[in-house]
């Protein structure tokens, strides 16, 4: 069964940074493209990052580009989301999840229950 733990959530001031961890049980971060979304209150899923198991390339939403980057190990059983340069409007929660096939296309049909984020002065 499917099963990812995200951690690293936490209140933090605007610029400030935070590292995402996602642990994923019963399934290899190889397997399947795999990534993040967040969703903040009263608002649509976002997507935030992905990485294709195709070929390894990565992809950022457009609010996101060059303030995170996302990783994980080879082993394929943690994902991270280092988040630079914060900003109020990122606030949400943060969900570690896998789409239906190796690329980053298509919907997230495996996810997490999330990590929260706060950006607040």
């Known amino acids: 069964q499917v099963h990812f733990v995200e951690s690293g959530g936490g209140s933090v001031q605007p610029g400030g940074s935070l590292k995402l961890s996602c642990v994923a049980s019963g399934f290899s971060l190889n397997h399947l493209a795999v990534g993040w979304f967040r969703r903040a209150p009263g608002q649509e899923r976002e997507g935030v990052s992905c990485?294709?198991?195709?070929?390894?390339?990565?992809h950022y939403g457009e609010s996101v580009k060059g303030r995170f980057t996302i990783s994980k190990d080879n082993a394929g059983s943690t994902m991270y989301l280092q988040m630079n340069n914060l900003k109020p409007e990122d606030a949400a929660f943060y969900y570690c999840a896998a789409k239906g096939s190796n690329h980053c296309d298509g919907n997230w049909i495996h996810w997490g229950r999330g990590t929260q984020v706060t950006v607040s002065s």
């Open positions: 990485i294709s198991a195709a070929d390894g390339t990565t």
